[in-house]
């Protein structure tokens, strides 16, 4: 994948400043005499075992105002530690999770987590759910490595511990955008709507990239309701998606989590441009809440990195396999989206489990027996071609930033309304 740097965008949330901690050991980029300093740092690690955060996304918090499901994350967590540990570990240590739930709406589950995994408990390394900024109450706060969030030019620079990540970053928009201008399928009238947080990124990433395709868009607009407010937000969304229908435009370039809103307000309008959606991620949770109006779908396209068949079927590889037993052996149901009324998705907790305790195990065994921050830096950097469950083989090469999200390539996916879900495109 081709990286861009991109300047900041204003995040969604304010990251609550953490109180930092330091054992006093050599951190990185420190010298000695003019050489630089191992990091020796480990902490939750002994001669047996391996302390591990885990964070996920706790849905059940926000029931009220949001119909998605993802299943049991903790079970799902815990079944692929167990299995490694009956394994008999990695390198001769086992693992210990340390599994937190974070509420998304607001800061302080967030904070709180990082201050109990960093400071009150620490941890070796924290894997799974970062909203935006909050990563770097870890990465740069704390000094503790990651894996997982959604990484960013900025957010990388101010990284002091090791960060990977199989989420996709601001980089990846930049290469959906280019994948689908040069692929033909931004070819109207274009209109380009973001949240807040991402005008920076339209600005001065996404719009060169139509500028070179020969595209200029006939308007933009910036969801800028509180996000706090979700009946000011569908508002809002609804007067753009009219402003757009009196510009002409048949297309509307959807960019990352504006998805949401402006979806909910163009449903309440007449107008049925194509929408081109910047993330599958957005695109697809729109589409799973049952509370919302999917005609507004129809022809809509996405990118994404699952490959020639869509990740939601790519159970057939070893990695998956192996992946989706440990799953039904620990008593979850494991079928591919969409599933009937008022049933879990519990594929997507199941798969984001098995795609981050992969990552975090192929750079651990890689790291070896002498762990510290420092060998699993140089783990991660040199990690190369990993395969993970979910995806076919060889769509991952892991390396020092800017490969530390694993430079996954983009395809086109478009919304397929009988089987409720976006299929390759050209499948």
């Known amino acids: 994948m081709r990286k861009y740097l991109v300047l900041a965008v204003v ?7 953490c109180k930092s901690s330091s054992d006093g050991s050599a951190s990185p980029g420190s010298t000695t005499g003019g050489t630089a300093a191992v990091d020796t740092r480990a902490p939750g690690v002994t ?43 990695i390198n001769g240590r086992k693992l210990e999770p340390v599994i937190v739930p974070v509420n998304p709406v607001g800061t302080d589950a967030a904070d709180a987590a990082c201050t109990k995994l960093t400071q009150d408990d620490p941890v ?63 070819a109207g009238k274009v209109a380009v709507v973001s ?18 395709n ?36 048949d ?24 929408l081109v959606f910047t993330s599958v991620d957005a695109a697809t949770t729109y589409a799973n809440d049952q509370a919302n109006d999917l005609s507004i779908l129809d022809r809509s396209i996405t990118g994404s990195l699952f490959g020639p068949k869509s990740a939601r079927l790519a159970l057939d590889n070893p990695a998956s396999k192996e992946c989706w037993d440990t799953q039904r052996n620990a ?12 049933e879990p998705e519990q594929f997507q907790s199941s798969a984001t489990a098995c795609l981050t305790v992969s990552l975090l195990k192929a ?18 950097d040199s990690l190369g071609e990993v395969n993970l469950p979910t995806y076919p083989d060889g769509t991952w090469h892991f390396g020092a930033p800017p490969s530390a999200d694993g430079d996954p390539t983009v395809y086109a996916f478009t919304w397929d309304a009988q089987a409720g879900d976006y299929l390759p495109a050209n499948s």
């Not at 990540?165 to 280019?178: H, K, L, Q």
């Not at 149901?333 to 009324?341: A, C, E, L, M, S």
Request: charged share 20%; aromatic share 8%; proline share 5%.
């Open 47 to 89: 001669a047996d075992t391996i302390k591990v955060g885990v964070t996920y996304v706790d849905l059940a918090s926000i029931k009220d105002v949001t119909g998605v499901d993802h299943g049991d994350y903790n079970t799902a967590y815990t079944a692929e530690f167990d299995a490694i540990n009956a394994a008999g570990g």
């Open 214 to 249: 020969g595209i200029e868009p006939v308007a933009t607009a910036v969801i800028d309701a509180p996000v706090t407010d979700a009946a000011a937000q569908i508002s809002a969304a609804q007067t753009i998606a009219e402003r757009f229908k009196s510009a002409g435009a």
């Open 251 to 274: 297309q509307v370039l959807v960019v990352g989590n504006a998805a949401s809103a402006f979806g909910r307000g163009l449903a309440r309008t007449d107008y049925r441009p194509q």
């Open 11 to 17: 995040p969604i949330l304010l990251l609550v400043a």
């Open 331 to 342: 008593g979850l149901t494991i079928v591919p989206p969409p599933v009937p009324k008022g």
């Open 363 to 380: 750079i651990l065994e890689k790291a070896g027996t002498d762990l510290n921050y420092g060998t699993f830096r140089a783990a991660g």
């Open 124 to 186: 070796f390394v924290t894997i799974g759910f970062f909203l935006n900024d909050g990563v770097l109450c870890y990465v740069d706060t704390n000094d503790t490595p990651v894996i997982g969030g959604s990484m960013s030019a900025e957010r990388l620079a101010k990284a002091k511990a090791p960060w990977y990540t199989i989420e996709v970053g601001s980089d990846f928009t930049a290469d959906v955008v280019r994948t689908l201008a040069e692929g033909g399928d931004l």
């Open 195 to 212: 949240n807040p947080e991402d005008q920076a990124e339209v600005n001065d990433v996404l719009q060169p990239i139509l500028a070179d």
